[in-house]
Structures are given as structure tokens and as C-alpha cells.
């Protein structure tokens, strides 16, 4: 109790370490994972190579330039607005880890596109993204993209424990996927719960974002053992 209360009483403090820390764990991802993606051309690993570029520049677009030192500076609007492409690139993110995983069921290996991060497969998932933030900005509420993104993570997680089940005993990243998935559904629940039933409460959002880190740190763990054991 007595470290929940020293982090509650140092919030602020929190948030940038917690936003640096996750900045941080993404550039690594993005980095190896890129590495590893011109080694193989593995759809799968450019899909969520991407998904980490778009969680990490969500968070440093949101931490950096979200800081009240520049929404105290320019008008209100900003506020919302910085909000707004958090929110967008959060949900690509998601929408990312969900395809890599659904990739060979939609397009096949020798399908070749200019880009990962836009080409027509894609583009579904950018307008989905555009529609949940814009809802949530009429309604004024954080719940379209905290349910569209419960829903991506429980999809997510049933598809990577099939994949677990298959792959148990020739790879070990499916089961840091599996464990991830199941992390980042239950902060998006706990995100949910937090702004429905409490209030955003600081004790609520501490687990939240204590569990967002877990979930970051299992892929960083994840992608380290990934790529040594192909060394």
C-alpha cells in the first residue's frame, strides 16, 4: 500500500518515467524486429514491427507534445487534438498486432505492397481508427476505443493461443504473445472500468498502467529471445 501511495502522490513523475520507459521498449522492438524483418521478409514480423512504431510514436506524440507545457501554451483545442491522434495511433497499434497474427488469412505471401503501413488491406484498419476517435470525440467519451480495442485483444488473444497450442514445442515467442494479448485485454477492461464505474480513479489507472508495462516488456523480452536464438 505504502508503494501505490508513493506513486499516487507522484503521479506526474510516474507518467513521464512509465512514458519513457515504454518509449524506449518500442524503439528497441521497432529496431530488432526491423532487423530481423529484412532477414526474412516475414509478413508477420514487418506487421508487428509496425504496430510498436505506431505505439511508440503514439506515445511520444502524446507525452511530448501533450505536455502542459504546450497545451498550457497554445489554446484548448490542442488539448483535444493531441488526445485524438493518441487515441489513433493506440488503435492502429492495436489493429497491427491484430493482423500480424490474421495476416496469411487475408493476403498471401507473394502479395507484394509498396507499403506496410498504407496499402488497400490496410486501409480498413485506418478507417476504423479514424471512425472510433471521431466518435469518441461527439460523444466525449474514451469508450469506442475501449471497447473496439477489448474486443481486438480478445481476438488476439484466442488466435495466439491456437497458435501456442501448435507451436508450443518449436518456438517460444507464441507463448509471450499468448501472456501479452491476455495483458493488454485486461487493461483495456480495467481502461473501461476506470472511466465508467470510477471515475477515472488514480488507484484504477496505477494498475493500468503498471499492466501496460508488463505487457511491453513481455514483447521486449519476447523479441530478445526471438531474435538470439536465431543467432
Not at 509496425?50 to 505505439?55: G, K, L, Q, R, V
Request: net charge positive.
Amino acid at each position: 500500500m505504502e508503494s501505490y501511495t508513493l506513486l499516487l502522490q507522484n503521479k506526474e513523475l510516474f507518467k513521464i518515467v512509465y512514458a519513457l520507459i515504454i518509449l524506449f521498449i518500442c524503439a528497441v522492438i521497432v529496431f530488432k524486429t526491423d532487423k530481423l524483418f529484412r532477414l526474412s521478409f516475414h509478413k508477420g514480423i514487418q506487421y508487428f514491427r509496425n504496430a510498436f512504431f505506431f505505439f511508440g510514436t503514439g506515445f511520444f506524440l502524446r507525452y511530448v507534445f501533450g505536455s502542459p507545457f504546450f497545451y498550457g501554451t497554445f489554446f484548448s483545442t490542442y488539448y483535444y487534438l493531441i488526445g485524438s491522434v493518441f487515441k489513433y495511433f493506440l488503435l492502429m497499434g492495436g489493429f497491427f498486432l491484430l493482423y500480424s497474427l490474421l495476416w496469411k488469412k487475408i493476403e498471401s505471401s507473394e502479395t507484394h505492397y509498396r507499403s506496410s503501413i498504407l496499402n488497400a488491406k490496410i486501409l480498413i484498419f485506418h478507417i476504423m481508427a479514424i471512425v472510433i476517435v471521431v466518435l469518441d470525440y461527439i460523444w466525449q467519451t474514451h469508450s469506442f476505443m475501449f471497447f473496439s480495442q477489448i474486443l481486438t485483444f480478445a481476438f488476439a488473444s484466442i488466435i495466439s493461443y491456437s497458435n501456442l497450442r501448435k507451436k508450443s514445442h518449436k518456438h517460444k515467442f507464441p507463448k509471450f504473445y499468448f501472456i501479452a494479448m491476455l495483458l493488454g485485454f485486461f487493461a483495456w477492461v480495467l481502461n473501461a472500468v476506470a472511466e465508467l464505474y470510477f471515475n477515472w480513479s488514480q488507484g484504477v489507472l496505477i494498475n493500468v498502467y503498471i499492466l501496460n508495462l508488463i505487457f511491453f516488456l513481455l514483447f521486449l523480452y519476447g523479441v530478445f529471445r526471438a531474435t538470439n536464438s536465431n543467432h
